[in-house]
């Protein structure tokens, strides 16, 4: 592409831009600055906690004999965490199992008896006390055999309680047992979270809570102080705190939400009405320190200007003052600012 492409390109990518209408006037390319609608909001204080929190018991009596797992370690869903000594549980599903071969046994025979006395009583042969006693001899086998798979399952259960597994991804917070250390079931062993799921806890003011509600838009504002996080669902208390007068509102965000952990502070933004503001594109804002700027064009000549910039919208700026609606600032504000030196000699000459 050649040089005096480039900006028309910029300027046919900025016409596409909502809320702006992009013209050129040589020699630097300029958007024309409008307001826009955009949504007022009421900026209030939230905690960020994990949605998945929880603490791991026992579910059997042992001893415990491993732990693979401490604190601030990461865990994979499903990974074992703690193993539990099994010999009893071990010996019960053994006896279990040979109870179920055992039943096993006795239905096989109990069924050949009920079939062989059932075809002869059909041909009248037998009396009828017969039948029902090859039939009361099956049914209690079938429910022998039944009553003994259900013994297995049981037992395998049990065992299967000796070897505690992740429940989901996450983070240890913290071990309440020790190596060798017995336990029974409902004993904490292991609490964690996840970071996979988190959402921010705020307090809503009663004044503000039904327009909150109307609304029903937010968004979390990053520590870094730039960007922002829309919320996917807003959760609302529906009782008011007695000594505050405050509602809890939860704002759930997107899963696997990088740079949040839980217990910080943020600032979580509602929305509570809206309102038109002064806006222009990020790539106009020229930062010198602690003074921003735009260069602006009015028939042909550029002029700097120091402007008081405020809220950050993706790739625009609010303008706070400085700026009127309509009129024009240099997309490039580094080729702007050598043409303005350009531009000075010749406005001296005159």
């Known amino acids: ?63 415990v004999e491993e732990i693979m797992v401490d604190v601030n370690d990461f865990v994979a869903q499903g990974s074992p965490i703690i193993r539990i000594r099994n010999i009893e549980q071990r010996a019960g599903l053994d006896q279990a199992q040979a109870a179920l071969r055992e039943a096993q046994a006795r239905f096989t025979e109990a069924q050949a008896d009920y079939n062989r006395i059932r075809s002869v009583y059909e041909k009248r042969l037998v009396a009828k006390t017969q039948m029902d006693a090859a039939t009361a001899t099956f049914d209690a086998a079938k429910a022998r055999l039944e009553a003994a798979q259900a013994g ?47 959402r921010v806890v705020a307090n809503v003011p009663q004044r503000l809570i039904e327009t909150v509600r109307q609304h029903h838009q937010a968004r979390v504002l990053l520590p870094n102080g730039e960007n922002s996080i829309a919320a996917v669902k807003l959760t609302f208390f529906p009782y008011a705190d007695p000594q505050s007068n405050v509602f809890k509102v939860r704002v759930d965000l997107p899963p696997k939400t990088a740079g949040l952990y839980p217990g910080m502070f943020v ?25 921003s700027a735009v260069y602006v064009v009015k028939d042909g000549k550029i002029s700097l200007r120091q402007v008081r910039p ?11 003052a400085g700026l009127e609606p309509g009129e024009t600032v240099a997309l490039d504000p580094i080729k702007a600012g050598i043409d303005l030196k350009d531009q000075q000699p010749l406005t001296a000459g005159k």
């Open 310 to 320: 405020g809220q950050i919208k993706g790739e625009t700026v609010e303008i706070l």
């Open 152 to 198: 297995v399952a049981q037992a395998k259960e049990s065992l299967g309680y000796t070897t505690i597994n992740a429940p989901y991804s996450g983070i240890v917070l913290e071990r309440h047992v020790q190596l060798g250390e017995t336990v029974q079931p409902g004993k904490p062993l292991m609490t964690g979270f996840s970071l996979d799921e988190l």
């Open 267 to 291: 600032k979580t933004a509602f929305q509570v009405g809206e309102e038109q503001r002064l806006m222009v594109p990020r790539q106009a804002l020229a930062q010198r320190g602690e003074v």
């Open 1 to 63: 592409m050649s040089r005096s492409a480039g900006p028309l390109w910029l300027v046919w990518l900025l016409a596409a831009t909502p809320g702006f209408s992009v013209a050129v006037e040589p020699p630097v390319p300029v958007a024309t600055v409008q307001l826009q609608t955009l949504p007022r909001e009421q900026v209030l204080d939230g905690v960020v906690e994990a949605i998945n929190q929880s603490t791991v018991s026992a579910q059997t009596a042992g001893r």
